[in-house]
């Protein structure tokens, strides 16, 4: 059985594919020393099996092995056919954990740096007519504090809020082929006031760029430009405004086509921005009724067993009254947004860095990886902003403590700055639960949001009864300007209940958010939503969280996604109106 066998790219997806998921020849190479023996050279034979796109610590992939691995390797077969060779041939991984070396026929093709974010090679010179050999190396160190690792845990048992590691191949991988004059990449930048699309595309080789746009199978417009290749432009003026708006993602389909090269796609007509207070999309305000969501399942880790479990985590959430999500600490794979895109479900997208010192190194290795993402997940109309970093602590000379002094200003306005050159349609929340510590020297200039994590709504106002103008800084002990920023708790309302053990209590703060019974869970967060939902200056919230994750029960659903409270008295409470919406 091959897992896993839809397109991966929904959103720039061309015919000509095929699918590599399935099993492939494996090898743990404890001592990483594959490479001295060789084990890229098409005679050498690796003993072991895996199934592909499935981590080695997962079920899925046949192997289940959750020991430290810092250097595995994959081998198979894949064939060629002689028309095929006539164009390009691409691979392309959707993500491996953490530098990737790819081999092909016994010769080195490249390597990518980063475990999150999707990467590709132009094979086409390294391969031959029938039989091909492809070797990958994925090498990591999974107790680096300088490898951006999400919620995997450094310690060898997984413990608390950190879960099992992943390992080499965790995305889809496949071939794509191309015609020689082909479109590289695409972004669109939607226009809801003078209904239309600009679309700025990469283009190789000369030809003629026709872009369609519809909907619902109607034509909606078209636009066309002669290019020799490089950057090329048009604006498809929509004859009909269907609007992108929350829970009700109307998406208009596009046709491009290039020489002989044909591409689909789609995108969602909205706009999405803060003014004072409020985060408008589309010209109204809406309350962000946000849940945080990990990623993680429980036979396939950081990988879900099929299409349809991605599409069933935007279900269950919107079925309990949420409008949204915090990916958090993880680059989601693109068929998870294309759920999100379908449904109208708003999500923050989030780099999986935590815990990070501020530092150049790890500018270095951070930035590059950041910059992927956003230009991979920039057409996805769910994504409604960006935020690089949660928390931000770390260990600084054997002490732990928040790192935004030395160099932290500077750090953290690269960050920004970067991600408002790339993107500029979208707010930047810098850090979820600790931009509060970011208003160095009375300076605003790294962040869109004000943002913090509570669970203890006993807190609330000592921290935050002089807001809008300040907030109390708990870390610095002193009050901090707001500066009229908008403002949210991006992790609150948090209650633990455990189906299978309900004395079972694990939470950070004093064991206060630990009812002890499942009504007393409702209403629990039903206190939390009702209080702060009638602040005027919230423009949303983040309930923790959307499903248990291993040691951690404080989902509203069990690790394989059953109902623990009843997700219609969840929506009854959530769908109060807030007071800051429309």
Request: with cysteine; hydrophobic share 35%.
């Amino acid at each position: 059985m091959i897992y896993r066998q839809e397109h991966p790219k929904p959103q720039f997806e061309r015919s000509t594919w095929q699918n590599l998921n399935g099993e492939w020849d494996f090898a743990i190479d404890y001592d990483n020393c594959g490479e001295g023996k060789k084990f890229f050279e098409v005679d050498k034979k690796l003993e072991g099996k895996i199934i592909v796109p499935f981590a080695p610590e997962s079920t899925l992939s046949g192997i289940g092995n959750t020991d430290f691995m810092t250097s595995v390797w994959y081998k198979r077969k894949i064939k060629v056919e002689k028309s095929q060779l006539n164009g390009r041939v691409v691979m392309h991984f959707g993500a491996v954990d953490y530098i990737a070396t790819l081999y092909i026929n016994g010769q080195k093709v490249g390597y990518h740096k980063g475990g999150y974010t999707s990467f590709s090679f132009d094979v086409t010179k390294f391969l031959v007519e029938g039989e091909n050999d492809v070797c990958v190396h994925a090498e990591d160190n999974p107790t680096s504090y300088y490898i951006p690792t999400g919620k995997q845990d450094k310690r060898f048992t997984p413990q608390g809020v950190l879960y099992t590691r992943t390992t080499g191949i965790w995305q889809t991988v496949w071939l794509e082929f191309t015609p020689n004059t082909y479109i590289k990449n695409a972004k669109y930048y939607p226009n809801v006031a003078d209904c239309s699309v600009n679309i700025n595309a990469e283009v190789v080789g000369s030809g003629k760029f026709i872009v369609k746009a519809y909907y619902q199978g109607e034509l909606m417009g078209q636009a066309t430009a002669i290019s020799n290749g490089g950057a090329v432009g048009v604006t498809v003026k929509l004859k009909e405004k269907h609007l992108w708006q929350p829970l009700d993602g109307k998406l208009y389909d596009l046709e491009f086509s290039y020489g002989e090269d044909k591409v689909k796609s789609y995108f969602g007509l909205r706009e999405v921005k803060f003014e004072g207070h409020k985060f408008i999309i589309n010209g109204k305000s809406v309350f962000q009724r946000f849940v945080l969501d990990q990623g993680f399942y429980p036979d396939g880790i950081y990988t879900a067993p099929s299409d349809q479990a991605l599409a069933n985590d935007v279900k269950i959430s919107i079925d309990a009254g949420f409008n949204g999500a915090r990916l958090h600490q993880k680059v989601f794979e693109e068929r998870f947004l294309y759920h999100c895109d379908k449904a109208g479900y708003m999500v923050w997208a989030e780099f999986p860095n935590w815990i990070t010192i501020a530092n150049d190194q790890t500018l270095r290795t951070i930035l590059p990886q950041w910059t992927e993402e956003i230009d991979r997940d920039f057409n996805h109309p769910s994504i409604i902003g960006w935020c690089p970093f949660n928390e931000m602590g770390g260990f600084v000379d054997g002490e732990w403590r928040r790192v935004w002094r030395e160099p932290g200003y500077e750090f953290a306005k690269i960050f920004y700055d970067t991600t408002k050159l790339l993107d500029p349609t979208r707010p930047v929340n810098l850090i979820s639960g600790g931009n509060h510590c970011v208003n160095f020297e009375g300076k605003q200039d790294t962040t869109d949001v004000i943002d913090a994590h509570l669970n203890d709504l006993r807190k609330f106002d000592e921290w935050f009864k002089d807001m809008p103008e300040s907030y109390y800084n708990f870390f610095e002990k002193k009050k901090e300007k707001v500066f009229g920023m908008p403002m949210w708790l991006s992790e609150t309302g948090c209650v633990t209940w455990d189906e299978e053990n309900p004395e079972f209590n694990y939470n950070m703060v004093d064991n206060f958010w630990c009812p002890n019974s499942k009504e007393g869970c409702v209403e629990r967060i039903g206190e939390f939503y009702t209080y702060l939902m009638g602040k005027e200056y919230m423009f949303g919230l983040c309930l923790v969280q959307l499903y248990d994750v291993e040691n951690e029960k404080n989902g509203i659903y069990t690790y394989d996604r059953k109902d623990k409270f009843g997700a219609e008295k969840l929506k009854k409470i959530l769908s109060q109106k807030a007071a800051i919406e429309d």
